[in-house]
């Protein structure tokens, strides 16, 4: 099971991906908006999107779970 997590602060403004959704490396997974700059969260592995913890939306912290793989 792998995580991917925002890199740092800032507000969720699109999730790009679905549950059962398989996914590879460097696929984006969502766009987080921070500093007034938009910078998409890319997958680090490949695997199946299990559980999204976040929606467009709503503000995260730095090393908050975006997205849980199986």
């Known amino acids: ?3 991917i997590k925002a890199p740092m602060g800032g507000k969720v403004i699109k999730v790009s991906v679905e549950v059962g959704a398989k996914i590879a490396e460097d696929d984006e997974v969502a766009v987080l908006e921070a500093m007034k700059m938009e910078m998409p969260i ?8 299990a559980e999204i913890k976040v929606e467009a939306g709503q503000a995260v912290e730095a090393e908050q779970v975006l997205v849980v793989l199986n």
């Open 42 to 49: 890319l997958s680090e592995d490949e695997g199946t999107v």
């Open 1 to 3: 099971m792998a995580e």
